[in-house]
């Protein structure tokens, strides 16, 4: 569940806006629209020299007068056009119908041969004067084609006399912004070419086109005395918009300047001109005509290939997919670098196709799916290891010190991996409850408010010497040093936090007097060894625990201080790593129960104590090991008194069990171990 709940739900948003991506909805189509828009914006400009444009401005309507011209006016300017050796002479112009001032047939005799190209557009409303043009097909291209339900063409005159008829109309996107036109249309069976297209074939020469239609649809046209046009399905080319062109107005009279160009006689002046959406803001009508003819003439197709969307769409999955991983593995400062490395990438080779080879790569649904993605999936393991840490935090507060909380969470792999590792256990058992039990009587909330004093005082110690607390057992506790967290000297810090343990019980007293309550004591065994950390138990209910040999074995030798009469206990390894830093007293050499091999357990006095007293307490110990119990019994009869008093009980256990042995029959060769037989 946690799995699901956490960065699987990445997967989730992954699997969720892949799933409307893969429908092409409007919103993804227009943004991957706008992200070509956007790659345009960035194309280095360039001015042509094929092209110019004769503006009919406000300069020309105030030099001709209002619009419409008599279209005299037009065939003068024509006549001046090729006196001046323009190149072909497009005119954008509808003219549907008759001139009401008689200027149509002045137009038409200019008109005539002079390679003037006018202009039809697609409409709803009507099909008149339409001058279709014949193609030469290579499969059938009438169902791919861009279809009108009527054309609106030139009057007769004009028609038959011009060199060229072309369809104006433009095809905008879905956003209204025109980025495609196609070259090539349809009314019913009849096949119309754009004014681009008609004019490069009355600039040839040729009498029609040449279209070639395969199963996916249109792949290319071509006017046959001109170079292969690659257009997509639909017969449309994309529009280059970085071309400018140089412009004169219609009123100066001298056109000189726009010889060997093929000029566009087209409308500027406020009220005559329409305008329409490109990628670069409001254009002029005329500018579509401009631009398709000088992408044509320039042969610099721009390519979107028909399998762009798809795999662009895999694209998105796969670097989406790349996020989720790193989020889940990668160190932050790596995941934040590829969230934001992977959207400049994807929009630089975008720039960089656009720029080297004219391919059109759609960037915004890569930069939009890996963003959402990837941050989706740092939010999750943020909030995931939020809640981790906070219930680390939860869990261990009261069991380790600020420092080693701050540490789990900060690597909870501490807790859940868990370890192998040398550390100092250490147990420990109240002395004396009976009697503080019967005291309170019935009052157990009194009773337990002391317990939880008595352990608050033990607990300190432990947290000031960053131990952990493993367990509290009834009475009993149970904490290590040198896990999770290392501590080089943690043998040392062992024993020192259960000398502290101590002296705390007996500060602990000094409430439990003023309170008229007996005193308690505390018994502590350390050992130092292995022991495998993490977190065990069931999968409903667990914690944080520590296994193993060296721990079993501190848990018998604390059990055994009352027996010796000690306070505390340490194991023969722990001894060996402190003898240097600690007054030590040999206890007993002890097989504890379960084992068959003995350990030497000591005990720690807290005391100033002479050279010879502890002489003589070894000396104890070798007689009771050679067997010569009566010596030992005299030895122990005169160190009573000797430590402060500490062991007296300890001799007087030690007096009963060499009488003990005195009785019993014992091998020459025997190692003085005395073998437990109770826990």
């Not at 038959?160 to 019913?188: F, K, Y």
């Amino acid at each position: 569940m946690r799995w699901i709940t956490h960065w699987a739900t990445a997967l989730i948003t992954l699997f969720v806006i892949s799933f409307v991506g893969w429908s092409d909805p409007f919103v993804k189509e227009t943004l991957r629209l706008k992200s070509f828009d956007l790659i345009q914006q960035y194309d280095t400009p360039t001015l042509s020299s094929d092209i110019a444009i004769l503006e009919i401005d406000e300069k020309s309507i105030e030099k001709y007068g209002q619009w419409p011209w008599k279209r005299t006016v037009i065939a003068d300017m024509i006549w001046q056009l090729r006196d001046a050796g323009a190149g072909v002479i497009i005119l954008p112009i509808l003219f549907s119908e008759e001139d009401r001032l008689d200027g149509d047939l002045s137009l038409a005799q200019a008109l005539a041969g002079n390679g003037v190209v006018i202009a039809q557009t697609g409409t709803s409303q009507t099909n008149k004067n339409a001058v279709p043009r014949g193609v030469a097909k290579i499969g059938d291209p009438l169902p791919w084609l861009f279809e009108w339900d009527g054309m609106l063409g030139p009057i007769e005159i004009l028609g038959m006399n011009a060199d060229g008829v072309g369809v104006i109309s433009t095809v905008p996107e879905i956003d209204g912004v025109v980025r495609r036109l196609p070259l090539l249309m349809r009314v019913g069976e009849e096949i119309f070419p754009s004014i681009a297209m008609e004019t490069i074939r009355v600039a040839t020469g040729d009498p029609s086109y040449q279209v070639k239609t395969q199963e996916g649809g249109i792949t290319a046209m071509r006017v046959p005395s001109y170079p292969t046009i690659k257009t997509d399905t639909f017969g449309r080319i994309w529009l280059r918009y970085n071309k400018e062109f140089p412009t004169l107005s219609a009123s100066s009279g001298e056109y000189n300047s726009l010889a060997g160009k093929t000029v566009i006689i087209g409308a500027t002046a406020e009220g005559l001109s329409s305008i329409i959406a490109t990628p670069k803001g409001e254009q002029y009508s005329y500018i579509p005509v401009a631009v398709s003819l000088q992408t044509l003439l320039n042969g610099e197709n721009l390519v979107r290939y028909p399998e762009s969307t798809f795999l662009e769409w895999v694209a998105a999955i796969g670097l989406g997919l790349l996020l989720i991983l790193l989020a889940t593995r990668a160190p932050y400062w790596l995941s934040g670098i590829m969230i934001i490395a992977v959207p400049l990438c994807t929009l630089y080779f975008s720039y960089e196709s656009f720029m080297s080879n004219l391919v059109l790569i759609d960037w915004s649904w890569i930069v939009i799916v890996t963003t959402l993605v990837g941050f989706h999936a740092i939010f999750n393991r943020f909030t995931r290891e939020f809640f981790e840490k906070q219930a680390i935090k939860k869990q261990f507060a009261g069991y380790a010190s600020p420092t080693v909380v701050r540490m789990l969470q900060e690597n909870p792999a501490l807790i859940k991996e868990g370890m192998k590792k040398e550390i100092s256990i250490c147990f420990s058992d109240l002395r004396g409850f009976t009697p503080l039990g019967e005291s309170f009587g019935d009052d157990v909330k009194g009773l337990t408010n002391i317990m939880n004093g008595y352990m608050d005082a033990i607990t300190q110690p432990i947290l000031d010497a960053d131990g952990m607390v493993i367990k509290y057992i009834g009475d009993a506790s149970m904490h290590i040093h040198n896990a999770p967290n290392d501590d080089p000297n943690h043998a040392k810090t062992a024993v020192q936090c259960g000398l502290d343990m101590l002296r705390a019980v007996e500060k602990f007293n000094e409430t439990l007097q003023r309170d008229d309550r007996p005193a308690v004591g505390m018994g502590a065994g350390i050992n130092t060894g292995l022991g495998y950390l993490g977190e065990m138990g069931s999968t409903r209910r667990h914690s944080y625990d520590v296994l193993g040999d060296s721990v079993s074995t501190a848990a018998r030798i604390e059990s055994k201080c009352k027996e010796y009469a000690c306070v505390l206990l340490v194991g023969e390894n722990t001894y060996k790593e402190t003898k240097d830093d600690f007054f030590y007293l040999k206890v007993d050499d002890l097989a504890v129960k379960g084992k068959s091999v003995g350990i030497r357990i000591y005990t720690v006095i807290d005391s100033h104590c002479d050279k010879k007293s502890q002489e003589n307490h070894e000396l104890m110990h070798n007689f009771y090991t050679a067997q010569n119990f009566d010596k030992c019994i005299r030895m122990c009869q005169n160190l009573k008194g000797e430590f402060g008093g500490q062991l007296d009980k300890y001799y007087e256990m030690w007096i009963e069990r060499c009488e003990y042995m005195k009785t019993q029959k014992l091998p020459k060769d025997w190692n003085g171990v005395f073998i437990a037989t109770t826990k």
